[in-house]
């Protein structure tokens, strides 16, 4: 079984955001809906709803932005 980055998405209060992706991400989007949602055994989620989790992640993983961002606080 593959480790995906991303867990369960958490059910939060929906912020609305205008976004234009290209049709290859959005169904690259779409794949990674519903593997996650066959590894969590939760249902497919809307999968724009996973673009917030994984910039989080992103964010979270990218270690020249933590340094940085140490450095100026």
Not at 28 to 53: C, F, H, M, N
Request: positive net charge; charged residues 25%; without cysteine.
């Amino acid at each position: 079984m593959v480790k995906l980055k991303l867990g369960p998405i958490v059910d939060e209060r929906p912020v609305k955001v205008t976004l234009e992706l290209p049709a290859a991400l959005h169904r690259d989007l779409v794949a990674y809906a519903e593997i996650l949602a066959s590894e969590t055994g939760q249902p497919v989620t809307d999968p724009i709803r996973l673009v917030v989790p994984m910039l989080e992640r992103f964010i979270a993983t990218d270690r020249g932005f933590s340094s940085i961002r140490r450095r100026s606080t």
